[in-house]
């Protein structure tokens, strides 16, 4: 029974030193993350605006399988960050039941 008490606690600490997060993870535990999605540097600025309201609508999902559906989940652009090989799109993503306590 110790043997198995020290793997149960010993299973989900190596579930989250070897892995990012999952949709379980996100559901339930984590309740706000960044995403991000790489453009191309010489991308637009129409380019860039389209990439972000794809995103804002649910229709592109920068998170990959960490967030199933964005459409349940409130979805913002924290940044934008250029470097010499792209553009990098940062969306703060935080679950639909989630609420931030510093903000109204």
Known sequence: MKTFSKFAVLVPLLAAACGGATRAD???AAKEMECSLSIDARS????VQEKVAAV??????????????LRSANVSLARIDRDGDGITLVFHVTNGDYKNVNVP
């Open 44 to 47: 637009s600025a129409l380019q």
């Open 56 to 69: 804002l609508d649910g229709s592109l999902n920068p998170c990959g399988d960490a967030v199933a559906d």
């Open 26 to 28: 996100f559901r339930s």
